[in-house]
């Protein structure tokens, strides 16, 4: 699994990540203590930290922090790239560190190497949510801070808000499919180095259809159309894909895009076969 740096630490983070957002009825359950196929997704886990992988990616909402303390439990620390998220009832001054505590009892850790707001809030400025997160982050207890779901103008507005800190990464929808972010925040993002952490990189679905258009250079490379999808997105030096990590073999095919790359020829035949 080839590594990348990434923001400010330097961190040497795998280039796919995996995701663990699972659906909305996961969510509903796991607020009650039930969740649900926990088995399967700590096998997925922990195949793709077998695999290479050294990044996960969660949330306080998601509900799946504990199942990322289990998967990671027992490897070395800092051999591993951990993010979650804030949901946006707690982005004050006051309860952001309370719901980062939270957060790190739940993973069984002393820091996470990324803090993200979730979304961006129309109740709290974001000059007080990025002076708590600049704050936890002199504490020790978060190592890079990013946002999600942000507009380009939204993650400039929360980059000016930071005194002794930028911004390392966005977590927004981008894959083949769904490639608005092209038109702004990537070349922005590109020029200023900030980390585009890509979910749903496989369109959520609708790359499933549009398997045909992914075939010839599939055929070339001997390989799927997850995995050419992954490697598009994983070529970019700024993109992070972190597909969802719900079954091992899904994992397993995923962690075949790294390692190669799509010629210069087969990234343009990708450019006319999806356009923006």
Same mark, same amino acid.
């Given at each position: 699994?080839?590594?990348?740096?990434?923001?400010? @630490?330097?961190? &040497?983070?795998?280039?796919?990540?995996?995701?663990?957002?699972?659906?909305? /009825?996961?969510?509903?359950?796991?607020?009650?203590?039930?969740?649900?196929?926990?088995?399967?997704?700590?096998?997925?886990?922990?195949?793709?930290?077998?695999?290479?992988?050294?990044?996960?990616? @969660?949330?306080? /909402?998601? $509900? @799946?922090?504990?199942? !990322?303390?289990?998967?990671?439990?027992?490897?070395?620390?800092?051999?591993?790239?951990?993010?979650?998220? !804030?949901?946006?009832?707690?982005?004050?001054?006051?309860?952001?560190?309370?719901?980062?505590?939270?957060?790190?009892?739940?993973?069984?850790?002393?820091? !996470?190497? /990324?803090? +993200?707001?979730?979304?961006?809030?129309?109740? =709290?400025?974001?000059?007080?949510?990025?002076?708590?997160?600049?704050?936890?982050?002199?504490?020790?207890?978060?190592?890079?801070?990013?946002?999600?779901?942000? @507009?380009?103008? +939204?993650?400039?507005? #929360?980059?000016?808000?930071?005194?002794?800190?930028?911004?390392?990464?966005? +977590?927004?929808?981008?894959?083949?499919?769904?490639?608005?972010?092209?038109?702004?925040?990537?070349?922005?993002?590109?020029?200023?180095?900030?980390?585009?952490?890509?979910?749903?990189?496989?369109?959520?679905? &609708?790359?499933?259809?549009?398997? *045909?258009?992914? +075939?010839?250079?599939?055929?070339?490379?001997? =390989?799927?159309? #997850?995995?050419?999808?992954?490697?598009?997105?994983?070529?970019? *030096?700024?993109?992070?894909?972190?597909?969802?990590?719900?079954?091992?073999?899904?994992?397993?095919?995923?962690? $075949?895009?790294?390692?190669?790359?799509?010629?210069?020829?087969?990234?343009?035949? /990708?450019?006319?076969?999806?356009?923006?």
């Amino acid at each position: 699994m080839r590594l990348k740096p990434f923001g400010e @630490s330097g961190a &040497k983070v795998s280039e796919i990540g995996m995701g663990t957002y699972y659906d909305p /009825l996961w969510i509903a359950g796991a607020m009650v203590g039930w969740r649900r196929g926990a088995g399967s997704k700590l096998a997925a886990l922990k195949a793709g930290l077998e695999g290479g992988i050294n990044f996960i990616d @969660s949330a306080e /909402l998601y $509900g @799946s922090e504990p199942i !990322v303390a289990d998967a990671i439990r027992g490897l070395k620390r800092e051999d591993l790239f951990v993010a979650t998220k !804030v949901w946006t009832n707690h982005l004050g001054r006051d309860s952001l560190p309370k719901a980062l505590n939270r957060s790190l009892r739940r993973l069984g850790l002393s820091y !996470v190497d /990324l803090y +993200q707001v979730h979304f961006p809030s129309r109740l =709290k400025p974001i000059s007080e949510t990025m002076h708590a997160m600049e704050a936890a982050k002199e504490s020790g207890k978060i190592l890079n801070i990013g946002v999600s779901n942000f @507009s380009l103008k +939204q993650m400039i507005d #929360a980059n000016e808000a930071l005194s002794r800190s930028e911004i390392a990464s966005n +977590q927004v929808n981008y894959s083949l499919v769904h490639r608005d972010i092209e038109e702004d925040l990537l070349p922005y993002c590109e020029r200023n180095h900030v980390e585009i952490i890509s979910y749903y990189p496989l369109g959520h679905g &609708k790359l499933a259809k549009a398997v *045909d258009r992914l +075939q010839p250079i599939c055929q070339r490379n001997s =390989k799927t159309p #997850a995995q050419v999808a992954l490697n598009w997105l994983s070529s970019k *030096d700024v993109v992070f894909p972190i597909p969802r990590a719900s079954r091992a073999g899904h994992v397993k095919e995923n962690l $075949g895009a790294s390692d190669w790359r799509l010629t210069e020829s087969e990234r343009a035949e /990708l450019d006319r076969a999806f356009p923006r």
